[in-house]
């Protein structure tokens, strides 16, 4: 008998031990066969997390932030106590003892998978699995993929500590929001660093990881709220916080950015704009789109943010001054269904869901709400409804022609508000306001221009891009016009004629014809005209760009080759490749106003190259410099001291593009453009040059100018590019942005007179005629030329230019006294032409192509 028993229970035993040697081979074969070719744990040593990128200005304040993932990567030193212990007690309270996995924990969840019949399957995966899961696998519940999270969990564990593994989970898990890492997520809920965050939020960030998706703040705040409440309860069962913090923070209602019950990090940020937009779009293309959108590099933009406000509101007031001057309505297009209406909650909702700009400082969006006989209430985004509403009265509509959208036709100008306004429209408005006490008077109706534009100021001596603005409203169209739209110049490109000129011969003085010219080109004869429709006889270079006069740039380009003019002009980055064409002498081939700029800074320097910038420095994740924008010497930096009234002597080690004698002259000339010219509606108490520029039909309009320190730039025209009427000039329309930017520029950067280079000598003449005067001449019409030493003309017999075939051209002192009358000669074309008593500049506009 008892022998039997012990038969039977050896028996029984024999199968156990038999069936747990097969149990363990079978599972350490799968093991083994499902730890071959699994992916290296190692790596995760060198884990570089994707994290965002994020530009300063100058003066440190962060201007914005690009990313795919939203991360801010945190040491694990860093994360205080609170934030690891309320991850711990959500996630994997065994954290600290456990080899990397939790067998109590998988044998549990098996048990109560095994209970309920698969219906009720809860995870058992530990923090260090999850680790493995997030960076080497995949994301599926498979036998296969557990199998593979215990192996790699184990050998990380043997590879990394505890702390670092951590590090890991908090740094890369998804909490929501697009937010990766708790740093991210703690300023995403609740616009806090780690180390401000109370145990009831460090709770709710906690209980995040379990379903990020359906945890939604404001969807589901009660969910959300019970598990936060779960988290603290681990949290005081585990140690981390005593009963009487537990109930207290579970007792604070769920408060988050989400919620409206802090402001969120992005509304500190002033929104995005054409700069920082055109440093994404640079840097992306520099360091690659994964470096820059994932790489955390530290970017100090150049930008001046006073100046680029004063850009930005510049070139705003001009476009919306001209597009209200066609009187033309428009609107925003957009509406919203009068039965949201009624209810002030649900008209406000619709009126946020819509999208209009709202980057234009002074601008709300608003939606009409009722239409009286000749007015209409409005309701405005922000702005709380006082006693009687808010309403546009029929004096603010009485400027404007409906446009019909469906025929395109204009209608007959308003006189009420129900003319240009339907009950649902959603518009643009303005608070308008009293010039003498800034008191509220109305609000007013806006609307986005059609007409549009750039503008652009840099240092020019260091290139650095000091403001930049590419339209009218970044959020209504990011197409940056300073950088991306290609335009004809038109006259703003005939300083790369002149300068091309004077370095090859001509000075100042140097007679051009300036007489008519026709070609026959395999696309017809062309008979270019100066833009009065004039011409004056043979007369001094410094007249032809100052009156901005066709006929003579292009007589000047014939003579001194095309060829020549598009070396000029690629050399200094004007153009890639200008095409030999003579009417590309007067702007005809499309550049950008970034490279227009840029280049006229290099007459401003002096001629020294100059590369123009928007970042000044980037840094790494670590801190390491990888770019520097400006590389030249301070030579006396190291001086305990500078001498008394002596700045730093800083070595430019510039390539030098223009002799710096031709650049002064260039610029002496450029000066008569703002004083006598094109650009005498500069009013600025600094000296400037500069150059306008209008195209055929006025499809666009220039002016670029600059001081002794700073170069800016404005174009305005139509994206489909047609005519801005016979009124549109560069000084009438671009010179008043300049203006206003400058005026602001220069009361902060000051400005001086021009800097004169070694190497030539003063010589007075008659800026009419080009005659030699006496060194003791003065009146109206005299002007000290700077002539490079050794060049001095002919006086008695100078060299005329004409470009064509010559004839005898009778100069204009041997013609008649420059103060007698007019005096009839024989042009080299055989015409009889009449030189009147003196050059009429007043029929004179500011060029063109033709």
Known sequence: ?????????????????????????????????????????????????????????????LIDEFAEERRLFVPIEEVPDLVKEAFISAEDKNFYTHPGYDLRGILGAAYQAAATGGSTVRGASTITQQV???????????????????????????????????????????????????????????????????????????????????????????????????????????????????????????????????????????????????????????????????GGLTIRATVEPDLQDAAANALRDALEDYDRGRGVWRGTGETIAADRLDDEAEWRGALYETRVPRDIPGWYPAVVLQLGDQDARIGIEGIEEDGDGHWIPAA??????????????????????????SVGD?????????????????????????????????????????????????????????????????????????????????????????????????????????????????????????????????RIAQDIGMETVAQYAEKFGAYDQLKPF??????AQETTLFKMVAAYAMFANGGERVEPTLVDRVQDRRGRTVYRHDRRVCETCGMQALPAGQGPVIDSNRERV?????????????????????????NLPVPIAGKTGTTNDAKDV?????????????????????????????????????????????????????????????VKIDRITGQRLDDNATGANVIAEYFRDGTDPDWLSPYVVSGFDDGEVVLPWKAGSASGGATSITTSTGKRKVIPKRTDFGTMSSGGLY
């Open 1 to 61: 008998m008892l022998r039997g028993i012990l038969s039977f229970f050896g028996a029984i035993f024999s199968w156990v031990v038999t069936a747990a040697f097969f149990a363990a081979l079978t599972i350490g074969g799968i093991f083994w066969v499902y730890s071959r070719d699994l992916p290296s744990h190692e790596t995760l040593a060198q884990y570089t997390p994707k994290t965002i990128s994020r530009i300063y200005s100058g003066e440190g304040r």
């Open 132 to 294: 493995m899961k997030n960076f080497l696998l995949s994301s599926d519940r498979s036998v296969e993929r557990k199998v593979k999270e215990l192996i790699l969990a184990s050998r990380l564990e043997r590879s990394l500590s505890k702390d670092q593994i951590l590090e890991l989970y908090l740094n890369e898990i998804f909490l929501g929001q697009n937010s990766f890492g708790v740093a991210a997520a703690a300023q995403t809920y609740f616009n806090k660093s780690l180390a401000e965050l109370a145990p009831h939020e460090a709770a709710m960030l906690a209980a995040m990881p379990q379903a990020p998706g359906r945890y939604h703040p404001v969807r589901a705040k009660e969910r959300v709220t019970e598990r936060r409440n779960y988290v603290l309860r681990e949290m005081w069962q585990n140690g981390y916080v005593d009963q009487a913090t537990y109930e207290a923070e579970a007792r604070l209602p769920l408060k988050t950015v989400q919620n409206g019950d802090y402001p969120s990090f992005n509304s500190q940020m002033p929104p995005r704009d054409y700069f920082t937009d055109e440093i994404r779009r640079q840097l992306s293309r520099e360091f690659g789109h994964e470096e820059f959108f994932g």
């Open 396 to 421: 603010d509509v009485q400027w404007a022609r409906p446009l019909n959208r469906d025929t395109g036709r204009l209608e007959a100008r308003a006189r009420v508000a129900g003319d240009l306004l």
């Open 426 to 554: 959603v518009v643009l408005v303005r608070a308008m306001t009293s010039d003498s006490d800034g008191s509220f008077i109305r609000w007013t109706l806006r609307q986005v221009p059609q007409v549009q534009g750039g503008f652009m100021a840099m240092d020019v001596n260091t290139g650095r891009v000091m403001a930049m603005q590419g339209g009218f409203s970044y959020q209504s169209s990011v197409f940056n016009r300073a950088t991306q739209a290609m335009r004809q110049p038109g006259s703003a490109f005939k300083p790369f004629v002149y300068a091309a000129a004077l370095d090859n011969s001509y000075t100042p003085a140097t007679i051009v014809v300036d007489e008519p010219i026709r070609l026959n080109t395999p696309f017809g004869l062309w008979e270019p005209k100066n833009a009065g429709g004039r011409h004056y006889g043979p007369t001094p270079l410094r007249t032809g760009i100052e009156q901005s006069r066709n006929l003579m740039t292009i």
């Open 582 to 587: 003579l009417a590309n002498a007067l702007g």
């Open 658 to 682: 223009m002799d710096a004698v031709t650049a002064y002259q260039l610029t002496s000339m450029m000066e008569g453009v703002v004083k006598r010219g094109s650009g005498k509606s500069v």
């Open 702 to 762: 220039w002016f670029i100018g600059f001081s002794s320190n700073i170069v800016a730039g404005c174009y305005l025209g139509y994206d489909q590019p047609r005519t801005l009427g016979s009124n549109a000039y560069g000084g009438t329309l671009c010179v008043p942005v300049f203006n206003a930017f400058m005026r602001k520029a220069v009361a902060e950067y000051g400005g001086s007179e021009f800097r004169v280079p070694p190497g030539g000598h003063w």
